[in-house]
């Protein structure tokens, strides 16, 4: 934890030069992360975008990185980690998919203590949709995908989260948990 805590400066610096550089969206290889990004950007959110060339820089850390900093104006700023799911051609009903593994759990808890006062980290989930009959809170389109976004605090994720697999070491939310504390991606910022 100690060599963590080295990296704050260097994080902040990093943060600082990447914002002034945010003309360019990062190479996005995932359409999740992607429409993600584009929200941001198309209303004008100030982020910056933890791109894979930045990972390799803290491969000592042994942590898995997470994808996005976020600056909120309206609480703290989210060190945010994207989890793409499908949910696409579902009747009768939206069940969300909400694992994640036990390790980007442990990695992003640290990551926040890392970052300190001021960062929440939070699990996005962004799930491909139907295209939706009237649009709601977090709902987007983006390259001719229809996109819904929830973001729910990691501390609120540990939790409620149970077991999903021994085997694939991943956890969950039952879905009434989720649907109490996950709030829309507009709610975040």
Request: aromatic share 12%; hydrophobic share 45%; proline share 4%.
């Amino acid at each position: 934890m100690d060599e963590l805590k080295l990296l704050r400066p260097l994080l902040q610096l990093q943060m600082a030069a990447q914002i002034s550089k945010m003309t360019i969206m990062a190479d996005r290889m995932v359409h999740y992360e992607a429409a993600f990004e584009h929200y941001l950007r198309e209303r004008g959110i100030p982020y910056v975008a933890v791109d894979e060339a930045k990972k390799a820089m803290f491969s000592n850390a042994k942590l898995k990185s997470f994808d996005f900093v976020v600056y909120s104006k309206n609480g703290p700023n989210l060190l945010v980690d994207i989890k793409g799911r499908q949910l696409r051609g579902k009747s009768g009903g939206t069940s969300f998919q909400t694992w994640a593994t036990q390790q980007d759990v442990a990695d992003l808890l640290q990551w926040q203590q890392v970052f300190g006062e001021g960062f929440c980290a939070v699990l996005m989930f962004v799930y491909w949709i139907d295209p939706p009959l009237v649009p709601e809170a977090g709902m987007f389109e983006h390259r001719e995908r229809w996109y819904r976004v929830m973001g729910i605090e990691l501390g609120e994720y540990q939790e409620h989260m149970r077991r999903r697999s021994v085997k694939w070491e991943t956890v969950a939310l039952p879905q009434a948990d989720f649907r109490s504390l996950a709030r829309p991606i507009e709610n975040w910022l």
